[in-house]
């Protein structure tokens, strides 16, 4: 997979297979879950990226 597959991966889609990701999770993870600690984390986000 290139590394440029998705010019910004902050919006990649929580179960997007592949790698590289904006947060700490594995790849595992965004693969099989649990997405809702990545959700979370991802909604902590946006409130920091808004205030």
């Known amino acids: 997979m290139p ?16 790698g590289p990701y904006a947060d700490g999770f594995t790849e595992q993870q965004h693969k099989y879950g649990p997405y809702k600690p ?6 902590q986000q946006g409130k920091k990226k808004n205030s």
Request: glycine content about 0%; overall charge neutral; cysteine-free.
């Open 38 to 43: 990545i959700l979370e984390a991802r909604k």
């Open 3 to 18: 590394k440029n597959d998705w010019p910004d991966i902050t919006n990649k889609p929580v179960d997007y297979p592949y």
